[in-house]
C-alpha cells in the first residue's frame, strides 16, 4: 500500500499554509472547539475531541501517514506556525486512488479565504504528488461557507446524498464535493 510523503516543507499559498499536525497543534484546536461550541457537529463528531484524543491521534500520525491510512494536516499561516485550522485525509482507497478530506478553521480566520486556500493546497498535493486521482469532500447542504470554499478552491458539487451519514443517531443528508486532476486548472 502506498504511503503520503513526508512534508519536509510546508504547502503554501497566499492565505494559508499546510504542515503535519504536531502536539503543539492540541491547544489551539481545543480552543477552537471552545470558541465554536458547534463546530464538531460540522465536521461530524458526536462531541469536542478532549486533549487526550488529540494526543493519541498525533501519536499515530506518523504510523497512519506511512501506511497510507491518512494523513492529519496543520493550517498555518504562510510565514506562521500557530494552527489556524486543519485538513484531515481519511477514507483513503488506494485500490480506487481516492480519499475523502474534512478541513476546519478557527473562528477569528473564518470568511478569509483561508479554507479555500487550504483546499487548493491540499486537493493538489493529493492528486498530483501523493497519486490520488479524487479527493471528495462531505458537507451538509445548509453549509454555505464550506460549499463555498470548496467551489473556490475549484472542487465540483455533485449532489445531494440523501440520508447518507448517520451523525448524532440520525440520519443526515450530505452534498458531493471532489476535485479531480482536471479540475486542478479552476484552482489557481
Request: charged residues 30%.
Amino acid at each position: 500500500m502506498p504511503s503520503f510523503p513526508d512534508l519536509s516543507d510546508p504547502l503554501t499559498g497566499p492565505v494559508a499554509a499546510l504542515r503535519l499536525a504536531a502536539e503543539r497543534d492540541i491547544p489551539e484546536t481545543l480552543i477552537a472547539h471552545q470558541d465554536d461550541p458547534q463546530m464538531h457537529v460540522r465536521i461530524g463528531l458526536e462531541r469536542p475531541p478532549s486533549g487526550a484524543e488529540l494526543g493519541r491521534r498525533v501519536e499515530r500520525g506518523a504510523a497512519e501517514r506511512a501506511s497510507g491510512a491518512g494523513v492529519w494536516l496543520t493550517i498555518v499561516a504562510p510565514r506562521g506556525d500557530e494552527c489556524c485550522g486543519g485538513l484531515d485525509v481519511h477514507e483513503v482507497d488506494w485500490d480506487h486512488l481516492r480519499a475523502e478530506i474534512g478541513i476546519w478553521v478557527v473562528p477569528h480566520r473564518r470568511g478569509l479565504g483561508v479554507a479555500a486556500d487550504a483546499l487548493r493546497l491540499g486537493g493538489r498535493w493529493l492528486l498530483e504528488t501523493c497519486g490520488l486521482k479524487r479527493v471528495q469532500l462531505l458537507t451538509e447542504p445548509d453549509n454555505a461557507a464550506m460549499r463555498g470554499a470548496a467551489r473556490s478552491a475549484g472542487f465540483d458539487e455533485e449532489g445531494i446524498l440523501r440520508a447518507y451519514v448517520r451523525e448524532r443517531g440520525q440520519r443526515v443528508d450530505v452534498v458531493m464535493i471532489s476535485l479531480i486532476a482536471e479540475d486542478l486548472e479552476r484552482a489557481r
